[in-house]
């Protein structure tokens, strides 16, 4: 069994060995998870794993049984409304192409899990292995910022 944002999923034998990222695009039609380099650098189909940041090119069907994952499709509300972190991507015009996006947002959530007020610094350092080839990184990082201000106003 893996949950995948919410959903419980039976895995049969035949999946056990397939790329994870491969599952939930072409099995589970979940592409927000883009498959760029497919070797684990450029980071494009990072999902979360126990909201942890993950190469799902680098993990097999069965590296995730007894897991839950969490695609960039699981951040949004049922109305379409958007996550703060994604909101903020947008806000702070971090988005050209989007195709490093979902990556780049799920990275992201996994520090500010971690650290509701993370330095810019942190933020770079979190994200480090998200490459981007549009926007830059100073946007990003401003999204991030900005996201964080939002999620956790109180801690301020
Ligand atoms: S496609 Fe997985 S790290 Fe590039
Ligand atoms: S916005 Fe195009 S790769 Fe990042």
């Not at 939930?24 to 979360?48: A, M, P, Q, Y």
């Not at 490093?100 to 994200?127: D, F, K, W, Y």
């Not at 926007?135 to 956790?152: K, P």
Request: some cysteine; proline content about 3%.
């Amino acid at each position: 069994m893996i949950i995948v944002n919410g959903h419980k999923h039976k895995i049969s034998e035949a999946l056990l060995d397939k790329p994870l990222s491969q599952w939930l695009r072409e099995d589970l039609f979940l592409t927000g998870v883009k498959i760029g380099c497919e070797i684990g650098v450029c980071g494009s189909c990072t999902v979360l794993v126990d909201n942890q940041a993950r190469r799902s090119c680098k993990m097999l069907v069965k590296d995730a049984v007894g897991h839950e994952i969490i695609t960039i499709e699981g951040l949004s509300q049922q109305d379409g409304t958007l996550h703060p972190l994604q909101q903020a991507f947008v806000d702070a015009g971090a988005i050209q192409c989007g195709f490093c996006t979902p990556g780049m947002v799920l990275s992201a959530l996994a520090l500010l899990m971690q650290n509701h007020h993370p330095t810019r610094s942190e933020i770079r350092q979190a994200l480090k292995g998200n490459l981007c080839r549009c926007t830059g990184y100073q946007q990003i990082v401003d999204a991030v910022e900005l996201a964080a201000r939002i999620m956790y106003p109180e801690t301020k």
